[in-house]
Structures are given as structure tokens and as C-alpha cells.
């Protein structure tokens, strides 16, 4: 796990959308179960340099989570062509948003990817 983690941080493809960066790695599915080899897998970074109450990082993370999970359909396109994406979703504003503007940029990150 913080081998995938530190691959994927050192990765170079990357997507901007205000306020979330977005940094994602794809690779060739190993053949096995689905719970073993998922399509994708998630991480939510919300440094404390740009929230420093525990209670704003805490607010921001779940509403980013949940934009995730009602979008998450828009990865299907990888689950098809046999490939595992990996994202880290990196909150990069000093103040916590609304929900419909998260929504969006993880809208439009997810749409973007290839």
C-alpha cells in the first residue's frame, strides 16, 4: 500500500481544477478477483498548510469524498479496458468550499482523465 502511495505522489500526470488537484497513475490489471485487483483506487489529501482547524479539514474531506462517491460511475471506462487508475485528490484552497463547487472539479477531473 505505501509503496502504490508513493508511486503515485511521484507520478507526473496530474489535472488542475480549482480547488482540487488531482494526481492519477493507470495500469494493466493482474488477473484475479475483483476485490483483490479493484478498478480503481482512492486517496483524499487535505494538507494542513491551507486548513489549519481539524474541523474545516474534517468538513472538506467529506464533502470531497462524497462528491467522489456520487461520480464515481465516470471510471467505468477503465473497469472495461482492464485497467486499475490510481487518484490522490489534493485540496488545494485556504477556505472550504461549497459542496457544488467540489462537485464540479471532480467532475471535470474525472472527464478529463484517458
Known amino acids: 500500500m505505501e509503496n502504490e502511495v508513493n508511486s503515485l505522489l511521484k507520478s507526473e500526470l496530474s489535472r488542475f481544477h480549482y480547488p482540487i488537484k488531482l494526481i492519477y497513475q493507470v495500469d ?22 491551507y486548513l489549519k482547524k481539524a474541523y474545516m479539514r474534517n468538513l472538506a474531506k467529506r ?42 472539479g471532480v467532475v471535470k477531473l474525472l472527464t478529463d482523465l484517458k
Not at 478477483?33 to 479493484?38: A, H, L, S
Not at 467522489?68 to 489534493?90: H, M, P, S, W
Open 63 to 104: 464533502r470531497l469524498r462524497e462528491a467522489f462517491r456520487i461520480n464515481q460511475n465516470l471510471l467505468d471506462q477503465f473497469r472495461e479496458r482492464g485497467k486499475t487508475v490510481y487518484l490522490a485528490f489534493i485540496y488545494v484552497s485556504a477556505e472550504v468550499v461549497s459542496f457544488k463547487q467540489l462537485e464540479s
Open 28 to 49: 494493466e490489471r493482474i488477473p484475479g478477483g475483483i476485490e483483490e485487483n479493484p478498478h480503481y483506487k482512492v486517496i483524499f489529501i487535505i494538507p494542513k498548510r
